[in-house]
């Protein structure tokens, strides 16, 4: 209260780098009120945080006498759409669960499917790659006993890649394809 009064309260904060998290999300993620001031204000509490939050990558806080919060973020970039137990959410690259689906906009991302998918995502993203013109047939990834992949194709047609080296089967496969239509 007194170092609000001398004119030590918090009176503007600049937030940089969100997207898809908004300002009252990020002040209150932080732990800014009008009731802050900013002696007292615990930056590294603030940005322990705000990384804890499942959008945000890294983030910084810094104060800028006299009554001045700056906060950067960089947020975790949507990589694909993950199905476990019914519910599909949106993931990084990482495999961190980021949110719900909420945005249709976001359709268009690989989707996969089980337990433990999202943490071998890295994987599967090769074997799309690796799949050059099949790629647009796959439908989705089903991660299956957390030790294997099958490819759900738009047909329906489920291709069952190998548990170890699952890549090495893609040449095969689209040898298959290509003279053959599967």
């Known amino acids: 209260f007194v170092a609000r009064e001398v004119g ?17 999300q ?7 009120s009008p009731k802050s001031s900013i002696p007292f204000f615990d930056v ?16 910084s806080v810094r104060k800028l006498y006299p009554g001045r919060l700056v906060i950067d973020i960089v947020e ?17 690259a990482d495999g961190a669960a980021l949110d719900a689906l ?11 499917v089980g337990k433990g998918a999202n943490k071998r995502l890295v994987e599967y993203l090769a074997l799309l790659d690796a799949a050059q013109e099949l790629k647009a047939k796959i439908e989705a990834g ?12 738009k047909t329906g047609v489920d291709v069952k890649l190998p548990e170890n ?10 040898k298959l394809e290509r003279e053959g239509r599967i």
Request: avoid cysteine; proline fraction near 6%.
């Open 8 to 24: 030590l309260g918090v009176k503007v904060v600049t937030i940089s780098g969100i997207a898809r998290l908004d300002e009252r």
């Open 26 to 32: 990020t002040l209150a993620i932080a732990g800014i």
């Open 44 to 59: 590294d509490a603030a940005r322990e945080k705000l990384e804890k939050t499942p959008l945000v990558a890294s983030a």
């Open 76 to 92: 975790r970039q949507p990589a694909a759409l993950w199905q476990r137990d019914g519910e599909v959410s949106i993931v990084a």
């Open 102 to 112: 909420k945005e249709t906009r976001l359709n268009d991302l690989p989707f996969v």
């Open 142 to 153: 089903v991660f299956v006993s957390e030790r294997r992949w099958n490819l759900r194709m």
């Open 165 to 174: 080296d699952p890549a090495s089967a893609m040449p095969a496969l689209l």
